[in-house]
Structures are given as structure tokens and as C-alpha cells.
Nanobody, 119 residues
Framework: QVQLVESGGGSVQAGGSLRLSCAAYGYTYGSCLGWFRQAPGKAREGVAALYSDDGRTYYADSVKGRFTISQNNANNTLYLQMNSLKPDDTAMYYC?????????????WGQGTQVTVSS
């Protein structure tokens, strides 16, 4: 059974940084892991993804150059380093597993962690 538990959200001013962490268990080696976000009244948006075997990464255009996804297989943790944050990045962020990495589409996800960026 896949278990995904996010942490690291919070409030930050525009231009600041946050790092999200996700304790990920039970996923199949080689499957897609990633993050998506959803703001109130807006559609879900895939943010970043990687394949858990070779680490190939994929990003939404809106975060390229600012966000970095990475994993630490030794402690089953997925990360999302978010730099140069903008108010538009404000959303609930979800760690996710399964799905198709290049399309930033996922099958399962955790409870989410809130990120709020003030101007």
C-alpha cells in the first residue's frame, strides 16, 4: 500500500524559498513520483515529477528554473525545493505517486501541505 506524507509547507514572502518533503513508502521501484498543487477555485496543476529508478525529471513551465524535485532513496523521501516563490505559487501541495511523469499526472497522493506566498 502506497503511503505518502508531506511536510514543510508554510508561509513565506515573495522571493523566498521553501523545501517540501514527502515520506514515501510502498511504491513500486521505477514508478513516477511527483508533486502537484491546487489553489482554491483553480484546477489541479502538476508541478514536478521524477522516475524513481533513474531520476529523470519533468517540470511544469510555470516552475522551471525555480523548483527542483529530488529523492533520497536511503530514507524514502521525496523533496521539492522551491525558490523565488511568487504569490501565484500559493496552493495546497500534494506528494503523489504512480501515473505518467511527462504528463505530470498521478494516481495516488497524500493529504497535502499548504504553501502561502505573500507579496
Amino acid at each position: 500500500q502506497v503511503q505518502l506524507v508531506e511536510s514543510g509547507g508554510g508561509s513565506v514572502q515573495a522571493g523566498g524559498s521553501l523545501r517540501l518533503s514527502c515520506a514515501a513508502y510502498g511504491y513500486t521501484y521505477g514508478s513516477c513520483l511527483g508533486w502537484f498543487r491546487q489553489a482554491p477555485g483553480k484546477a489541479r496543476e502538476g508541478v514536478a515529477a521524477l522516475y524513481s529508478d533513474d531520476g529523470r525529471t519533468y517540470y511544469a513551465d510555470s516552475v522551471k528554473g525555480r523548483f527542483t524535485i529530488s529523492q533520497n532513496n536511503a530514507n524514502n523521501t521525496l523533496y521539492l525545493q522551491m525558490n523565488s516563490l511568487k504569490p501565484d505559487d500559493t496552493a495546497m501541495y500534494y506528494c503523489a505517486a504512480g501515473g505518467i511523469c511527462p504528463y505530470l499526472r498521478f494516481i495516488r497522493w497524500g493529504q497535502g501541505t499548504q504553501v502561502t506566498v505573500s507579496s
